[in-house]
């Protein structure tokens, strides 16, 4: 009994451990994000065409993030009403489901464009350049 005890607390240590660490994310790893690009503009030499061309993106994409944001907590809300109810409508939830994850997935999907985006906006080198300065931070 002890020894199922002791297997048990193991594996959930180890799972809480492996938790923890960051998960592996190969399509992320192909892409860069917007604030490592600034942080080593200079670095990766950045023309003043591209700056501008990515501030701009960046902008547009700005703007359409908080619309999303105030859209998906207004949907949230929703659903929070939805399931404080002593009997919950299981119809109307999944229906409000729908809608957060609706909004949710335009976010992702943003998110993929902006990243798209910005890697093609960058030469080679840059790409090479940018690759090696996030190993280092790894």
Same mark, same amino acid.
């Given at each position: #009994? ?14 809480? !451990?492996?938790?923890? +660490?960051?998960?592996? =994310? ?8 917007? *604030?490592? @690009? #600034? ?7 950045? $023309?003043?065409? +591209? ?9 547009? !994409?700005?703007?359409?993030? $908080? ?9 949230? *809300?929703?659903?929070?009403? /939805?399931?404080?109810?002593?009997? @919950?409508?299981?119809?109307?939830? /999944?229906?409000?489901?729908?809608? @957060?994850? !609706?909004? *949710? ?8 464009? /902006? ?9 080679? =080198? ?6 090696? /300065?996030? +190993?280092?931070?790894?």
């Amino acid at each position: #009994m002890k020894l199922k005890i002791i297997v048990l607390c193991l594996l959930v240590a180890s799972q809480s !451990a492996s938790a923890q +660490q960051k998960p592996h =994310d190969p399509v992320g790893e192909s892409f860069f994000p917007p *604030e490592l @690009v #600034m942080q080593h503009q200079q670095a990766i030499g950045l $023309t003043d065409e +591209q700056k501008e061309s990515l501030k701009a993106e960046l902008r547009k !994409a700005q703007l359409k993030f $908080t619309e999303l944001q105030w859209q998906l907590q207004d949907e949230v *809300e929703k659903m929070v009403a /939805l399931v404080k109810q002593d009997q @919950v409508d299981e119809q109307q939830s /999944l229906a409000q489901l729908d809608k @957060v994850l !609706a909004v *949710e997935r335009e976010i992702k999907r943003l998110q993929f464009m /902006l990243v798209i985006m910005i890697k093609n906006k960058l030469t080679a =080198d840059q790409r090479a350049r940018l690759t090696e /300065l996030k +190993q280092k931070v790894k």
